[in-house]
C-alpha cells in the first residue's frame, strides 16, 4: 500500500505544479503561493477532523511546523521559478535536488539504501547539470529551482519523522507554519493578494492539491523506507514535463533532453534502492 500512496503523492504533485506554474504567469506568485498554503491549511485541517488521531504529542506537531516552513520556501521559489521560466527545467531541478538532499538526509537518520540508490544519486549530479542548460543561458528559473529543492527536502523529512497516532494533525500544523512564514511577505504588499475571485480560488485548490499530496505522502512514510517514499512521491515532474511540452510548446535543447533522461533513470534507480 506504501507505494500506491507515494505515487499518488506524486500524481498530486504534477498536477499542482502544472496547474500553479500557470496559475504564476497569469498572477502574481507571491499571492498564489500564499492563498494556496490558506486552501492547504482548510484542507488538512479537514481532513485532521475527519481521521481520528490516538495520541497528538507536540513532539510530532512540532515536525509537522518544521515541514511547512520548508512548503512555504519550496513553493514560494518554486512558483516564483515558474513564473518566468520553463516547466520542463524547473520542476525536475527541484525534485531531484530534493531527493539527493533527502535520501542522503535519510541515511544520516538511519536509512540504509543499497548500492544501487548511490548509483542514482551520483547519476543525478552530472543530469542536474544538463538540465540546468550545460553551463548555457537557457536555464532561466533554475536557482529558484535549486533553492525549492531545499525546502522539499526539509518538508519531506521533517514531517516523515512525525509518529503515526498523531493522525493528520502533523500535515495540519504543518500548514499553520506555512502561512505564518509567507505572511510578512504577504503584509508588505497587501495589493498582490488582490486577485479577481476566479484567480483567488484557482489558488486555493492549488494549494489544496499540494496537501493532498502531503497527505498521501505522510501515509506513505509511515509504510516503508524515507528514501523510498521520498523518491517514489518525487515521480511528480513526469506530469508537469509531458504537459508543458505537449500544451506550451516549451523546447528543451539536445542536452537538457540527455539531462532530463538522466534525471529519470537516477529517480528509478534510487526507487530500486
Not at 15 to 21: P, S, W
Not at 217 to 222: C, R
Not at 245 to 271: F, M, P
Request: charged share 10%.
Amino acid at each position: 500500500m506504501g507505494p500506491l500512496l507515494a505515487l499518488a503523492s506524486a500524481v498530486c504533485y504534477g498536477i499542482v505544479d502544472f496547474t500553479g506554474g500557470l496559475l504564476s504567469r497569469r498572477a502574481h506568485f507571491a499571492a498564489v503561493t500564499f492563498l494556496g498554503q490558506v486552501g492547504g491549511l482548510l484542507l488538512a485541517t479537514s481532513a485532521a477532523l475527519f481521521l481520528s488521531a490516538d495520541a497528538v504529542r507536540p513532539v510530532d506537531l512540532l515536525w509537522g511546523a518544521l515541514s511547512g516552513v520548508g512548503s512555504g520556501a519550496a513553493m514560494h521559489f518554486l512558483n516564483r521559478g515558474l513564473s518566468h521560466g520553463a516547466m520542463s527545467v524547473v520542476v525536475p531541478v527541484s525534485a531531484v535536488t530534493g531527493v539527493g538532499l533527502s535520501v542522503v538526509c535519510g541515511v544520516l537518520l538511519g536509512d540504509r539504501p543499497t548500492a544501487v540508490a548511490w548509483l542514482g544519486i551520483v547519476l543525478s549530479v552530472p543530469a542536474l547539470w544538463m538540465v540546468c542548460g550545460g553551463g548555457t543561458d537557457d536555464g532561466a528559473g533554475v536557482p529558484d529551482g535549486l533553492l525549492a529543492s531545499a525546502g522539499v527536502a526539509l518538508q519531506y523529512i521533517a514531517l516523515a519523522q512525525a509518529g503515526a497516532a498523531g493522525g493528520l494533525w502533523p500535515v495540519a500544523a504543518g500548514r499553520v507554519a506555512a502561512v505564518l512564514v509567507l505572511l510578512p511577505a504577504a503584509a508588505r504588499n497587501p495589493r498582490r493578494l488582490r486577485l479577481p475571485p476566479v484567480r483567488a480560488l484557482q489558488a486555493v485548490l492549488v494549494g489544496a492539491g499540494a496537501a493532498l499530496g502531503l497527505i498521501l505522502y505522510l501515509l506513505a512514510a509511515q509504510r516503508q523506507l524515507l528514501a523510498v517514499a521520498v523518491v517514489l512521491a518525487s515521480l511528480y515532474p513526469a506530469l508537469p514535463v509531458i504537459l508543458g511540452l505537449a500544451l506550451l510548446h516549451e523546447r528543451l535543447s539536445r542536452k537538457q533532453v540527455v539531462g532530463l533522461a538522466g534525471a529519470g533513470v537516477a529517480t528509478v534507480l534510487l526507487s530500486l534502492g
